[in-house]
């Protein structure tokens, strides 16, 4: 067991940082909140999992700290350096999964947060970042709680009191992001004929055969741009691994199908010809240079685990990442992913899409997205500079 009393304040408030799986449980059992309760325990045991796994790497620099007043626990924030997570494109410390009864006690967490942050020499920090995103998301929900539970969408209670108390400690909303549900199934853009382009499902074996291609592809697209880079290799085997849970029976087609009954467009028929829609991943569209054979796009739409956890019928998906390469934007390239998408995943049962975590500071992403779709969360991410 890895406990130390850090230090001790006025009103008997202790601040311990821990790697005691237990004493952790027992701190989210006592305040974490998840709008279904009933998935509160899985939440939490996916939650252990994952840092312990991160207590395990010799080099990962994770903190977990806890505040007590006598026996009652009184707060609970995980404060970590992750290689992988970038904000616009540099290292930055985050923290995340913060829970604090009072004011005192979410300064002395934070506080303990910054300190660790400031001993390896990085001067800013960026919260919440709920790790794993798969279960925690990021950033704090202010608007759309009457929204079923999303896998990859932060949520807190309404009545939430650790915005405040982080502002009186001199943090900023730096970031909002918005969910956004897709109102229309086919955009006009995706019926252009694209040249030199073809539309293509993989297999989870040919997703991770081209794993580091995506990854090129993402460093190249993203890293300069986004407030808070949606991960890297870690991130994709998430994604991988949420898609290995899907029952095989997900993907059965109607009887007798027949692409043409579905679209006239021939890009879409050749795309579904191509495969076994039945044995590949067909939340994930991709989009190929016919000429040289290089990923060119792709929409990684994820099933809602929520739903998984259940063992309900799959009906929901979540557009999570979407790529384009540079010099092929404007191409209608991710219109017409879209398009192919709904229709495929139409097929195997999906009747709600939701587009999360847009980051709205991008005029581009609003332009591109928002004419097709109704906002209907929104979060925001706060930031501060650590002085010397």
């Not at 009545?159 to 909002?176: P, Q």
């Not at 794993?211 to 870690?234: N, R, V």
């Not at 998430?238 to 899907?246: A, D, G, P, R, T």
Request: hydrophobic letters at 35%; glycine letters at 6%; proline letters at 4%.
């Amino acid at each position: 067991m890895t406990q130390q009393i850090v230090e001790e304040i006025s009103y008997s408030i202790k601040v311990f940082d821990t790697k005691n799986i237990s004493q952790i449980r027992c701190a989210f059992k006592e305040l974490l909140y998840v709008p279904m309760d009933k998935l509160k325990k899985k939440v939490i045991f996916h939650l252990l999992n994952y840092l312990q796994k991160k207590f395990n790497e010799e080099d990962y620099k994770i903190k977990v700290f806890i505040t007590k007043k006598g026996k009652k626990i009184t707060g609970i924030v995980v404060c970590q350096i992750d290689t992988e997570y970038k904000s616009y494109g540099r290292k930055c410390g985050t923290f995340g999964w913060l829970n604090a009864l009072d004011f005192t006690s979410c300064r002395i967490l934070i506080e303990n947060c910054e300190r660790y942050i400031k001993e390896h020499h990085i001067r800013k920090i960026r919260g919440p970042i709920n790790f794993p995103k798969i279960i925690g998301g990021i950033g704090f929900q202010t608007e759309g709680f009457k929204h079923k539970m999303m896998s990859g969408v932060a949520y807190n209670h309404p009545d939430l009191k650790e915005l405040n108390y982080l502002k009186r400690l001199g943090y900023k909303i730096e970031s909002k992001y918005t969910c956004v549900y897709v109102t229309q199934d086919k955009w006009k853009k995706g019926d252009r004929y694209l040249r030199d382009i073809e539309i293509k499902y993989l297999t989870i074996s040919e997703m991770r055969d081209r794993k580091e291609e995506m990854m090129e592809m993402a460093q190249h697209t993203f890293h300069t741009i986004l407030a808070d880079a949606s991960g890297g290799e870690k991130r994709l085997e998430e994604f991988f691994h949420l898609y290995e849970m899907v029952p095989p029976s997900h993907y059965k087609l109607p009887k007798d199908f027949n692409p043409q009954d579905y679209t006239d467009n021939p890009i879409f028929i050749k795309s579904m010809k191509s495969c076994d829609l039945e044995k590949v991943v067909t939340w994930a569209p991709f989009a190929f240079d016919s000429k040289t054979g290089e990923i060119v796009g792709f929409i990684w739409s994820l099933p809602n685990l929520y739903q998984i956890w259940q063992n309900l019928p799959l009906i929901d998906a979540n557009v999570d990442t979407v790529m384009i390469r540079k010099e092929y934007a404007g191409r209608g390239i991710f219109s017409a992913l879209n398009n192919i998408g709904r229709i495929i995943t139409g097929l195997n049962g999906i009747t709600y899409v939701e587009g999360t975590t847009i980051w709205s500071n991008n005029d581009k992403a609003i332009k591109t997205i928002f004419p097709h779709s109704k906002p209907i969360r929104k979060h925001i991410v706060l930031q501060k500079r650590i002085r010397n």
